[in-house]
């Protein structure tokens, strides 16, 4: 079965630090994009950032570059956002992605909320 989890989230205050965690079953990194979207109440979702598992090449959107940084373990078969000087603006539902011949994967989603 193909399938997306994540794992971390959660609360904290603004300027500080959140991991999300993404682990891909059912197809392997090496021939896959993977990365993380997100959406805020009443928004609609938007890309954060990508990877390409077999180049390691990565795309991040305007407004998290510099603070984001998402790698990938191929072997683990994980993908994971580093997420550092959060700003409020950063809180909504993060969806890890990941496509596989063809076909887009979501996760469930996990909230981060970027709050004092």
């Known amino acids: 079965q193909v399938q997306v989890v994540e794992s971390g989230g959660g609360l904290v205050q603004p300027g500080g630090s959140l991991r999300l965690s993404c682990a891909a079953s059912?197809?392997?990194?090496?021939?896959?994009?993977i990365g993380w979207f997100r959406q805020a109440p009443g928004k609609e979702r938007e890309g954060v950032s990508w990877i390409n598992g077999r180049r390691g090449t990565t795309v991040y959107a305007d407004s998290v570059k510099g603070r984001f940084t998402i790698s990938a373990d191929n072997a683990k078969n994980t993908v994971a956002l580093q997420m550092n000087s959060l700003k409020p603006e950063d809180t909504a539902v993060y969806y890890c992605?990941?496509?596989?011949?063809?076909?887009?994967?979501w996760g469930q989603g996990t909230q981060v909320t970027v709050s004092s």
């Open positions: 059912g197809f392997t990194l090496d021939y896959s994009s």
């Open positions: 992605w990941g496509v596989w011949r063809g076909v887009n994967y």
